[in-house]
């Protein structure tokens, strides 16, 4: 983290667009990242997601560049460290607390790198600045809270603390229909049909764990020690996810059981024989 001489100047509240006014001076070449306003949430850290909102403007050329507060756009929702955003957003937000204004100065080496980017009008020696509000802060190892509701014994039981949660697939064949229960009730808004959403997942095969007090995981979110991020009834994730997450509220849990039509069909996958009936423990944790 630096500072430098000469910086944008910036106005407005977090929360809203900023307003970005560049200095005459040249770029010095370095990457900045300025504390703007300090928030009182979590630090973000090395495999915490965050949600966060920016503004962008060129600095040579003074153009505003696409930003999240528009109204048809969404806040950007990325796991820290991993690469997954430009350099400029991923290490401005290490370290920033929920809540918090960054001013950003990214070289072309921590924006968009030395082709640029021509479908944004940004050249390959560009320098562009963001304002990054750090609006919300997911732990590693985030769960949604509340109490758990019970279901009937024809189903599988989930436990879920700061662990794997653990699933029993009861002594019994599986439902031939997706089925999809709400263990937990959550106090968000409903997830709309192509949001990115952040959930912590625990996957299961029905078969080969009936019976079993804990049944072997085929995958888990927790065992990755952070949660995923997905875009939500776009046929980018199994067909059951999409029918049964959209609409669900943000801080539920959510029992799946999904059979072969929406879920992996006939073809076998690591760990999940064809036609598979799966089970899944989901905690919704935020959507934006």
Same mark, same amino acid.
């Given at each position: 983290?630096?500072?430098?001489?000469?910086? =944008? /100047?910036?106005?407005?509240?977090?929360?809203?667009?900023?307003?970005?006014? &560049?200095?005459? /001076?040249?770029?010095?070449?370095?990457?900045?990242?300025?504390?703007?306003?300090?928030?009182?949430? *979590?630090?973000?850290?090395?495999?915490? +997601?965050?949600? @966060?909102?920016?503004?962008?403007?060129?600095?040579?050329?003074?153009?505003?560049?696409?930003?999240?507060?528009?109204?048809?756009?969404?806040?950007?929702?990325?796991?820290?460290?991993?690469?997954? @955003? &430009?350099?400029?957003?991923? *290490?401005? @937000?290490?370290?920033?607390?929920?809540?918090? *204004?960054?001013?950003?100065? /990214?070289?072309?080496?921590?924006?968009?790198?030395?082709?640029?980017?021509?479908?944004?009008?940004?050249?390959?020696?560009?320098?562009?600045?963001?304002?990054?509000?750090?609006?919300? $802060?997911?732990?590693?190892?985030? &769960?949604?809270?509340?109490?758990?509701?019970?279901?009937?014994?024809?189903?599988?039981?989930?436990?879920?603390?700061?662990?794997?949660?653990?699933?029993?697939?009861?002594?019994?064949?599986? =439902?031939?229909?997706?089925?999809?229960?709400?263990?937990?009730?959550?106090?968000?808004?409903?997830?709309?049909?192509?949001?990115?959403? @952040?959930?912590?997942?625990?996957?299961?095969?029905?078969?080969?764990?009936?019976?079993?007090?804990? !049944?072997?995981?085929?995958?888990?979110?927790?065992?990755?020690?952070?949660?995923?991020? $997905?875009?939500?009834?776009?046929?980018?994730?199994?067909?059951?996810?999409?029918?049964?997450?959209?609409? !669900?509220?943000?801080?539920?849990?959510?029992?799946?059981? +999904?059979?072969?039509?929406?879920?992996?069909?006939?073809?076998?996958?690591?760990? &999940? =024989?064809?036609?598979?009936?799966?089970?899944?423990?989901?905690?919704?944790?935020?959507?934006?």
């Amino acid at each position: 983290m630096h500072s430098d001489a000469v910086l =944008p /100047a910036v106005s407005g509240t977090v929360g809203h667009e900023a307003a970005i006014t &560049i200095p005459k /001076a040249k770029p010095s070449g370095k990457f900045v990242v300025a504390p703007l306003a300090t928030g009182r949430g *979590r630090k973000a850290g090395n495999d915490d +997601v965050v949600v @966060v909102d920016y503004t962008a403007k060129t600095w040579k050329s003074g153009n505003a560049l696409p930003g999240t507060y528009g109204k048809e756009d969404a806040p950007k929702v990325f796991p820290v460290g991993e690469g997954a @955003v &430009i350099p400029a957003l991923d *290490r401005a @937000v290490q370290g920033q607390r929920a809540g918090s *204004r960054v001013l950003v100065v /990214a070289p072309p080496a921590a924006a968009y790198g030395t082709t640029g980017n021509a479908g944004l009008g940004v050249s390959a020696t560009e320098t562009v600045v963001f304002v990054v509000d750090v609006v919300k $802060v997911l732990a590693a190892d985030a &769960i949604v809270s509340g109490e758990q509701s019970s279901v009937s014994g024809e189903l599988p039981e989930v436990q879920v603390s700061r662990s794997p949660a653990a699933i029993a697939v009861p002594d019994a064949a599986a =439902p031939r229909r997706l089925v999809s229960r709400t263990l937990v009730s959550g106090p968000g808004p409903k997830v709309k049909t192509g949001q990115t959403v @952040v959930l912590q997942y625990s996957g299961a095969v029905w078969e080969g764990n009936r019976g079993k007090d804990r !049944a072997a995981l085929f995958d888990s979110s927790w065992a990755q020690h952070h949660p995923i991020t $997905v875009v939500i009834g776009r046929g980018n994730v199994l067909k059951g996810w999409d029918r049964a997450l959209v609409g !669900a509220k943000v801080g539920s849990r959510v029992l799946l059981v +999904v059979p072969p039509g929406p879920g992996f069909g006939a073809q076998a996958r690591k760990g &999940i =024989p064809g036609r598979s009936t799966l089970v899944f423990a989901v905690d919704i944790l935020a959507a934006a």
